[in-house]
């Protein structure tokens, strides 16, 4: 019996009775890679609650605050985009003056007003954020 050549090879090496099970298996594999761990979701809830709720209104955590001029997370998910935004958001104006990535973006320059208070994030704080907001509604189209 010829072996198989990875997930595109060939099944025809593979005994007939397997097959449905190879496929059950490689697709509840591929699920439980996307489907982040609830534990990711709620440190993400956490930390859009203590820091993006500066801002934006993040699902029900804050209805009524915000400020008027920026979006809400919801409404954030209207935009095709919406996760790449989410993703690279420390990027995006005005994030930078605020939001520092630790170990992936610039140290806070002297230059900024004293005012304003940075927040300092993780990479798996932003991932942790994106999985949240994975979970709030979508918005009807």
């Given at each position: 019996m010829k072996p198989a050549t990875g997930i595109t090879g060939n099944m025809t090496a593979v005994p007939r009775q397997w097959r449905p099970?190879?496929?059950?298996?490689?697709?509840?594999a591929m699920m439980g890679a996307a489907a982040p761990a609830s534990a990711d979701v709620d440190r993400g809830r956490e930390v859009a609650a203590t820091h993006c709720t500066r801002c934006h209104v993040v699902g029900d955590i804050n209805p009524y605050g915000g400020i008027e001029s920026t979006p809400s997370f919801i409404g954030m998910k209207y935009l095709a985009d919406w996760e790449r935004r989410f993703e690279e958001f420390y990027?995006?104006?005005p994030h930078p003056a605020l939001v520092r990535i630790?170990?992936?973006?610039?140290e806070r320059s002297d230059d900024r007003p004293a005012f304003v208070h940075e927040i300092v994030l993780t990479l798996e704080d932003v991932d942790d954020i994106l999985n949240f907001v994975r979970t709030l509604p979508s918005p009807a189209r």
């Open positions: 099970g190879i496929g059950v298996a490689l697709l509840m990027i995006l104006p630790d170990e992936v973006t610039a």
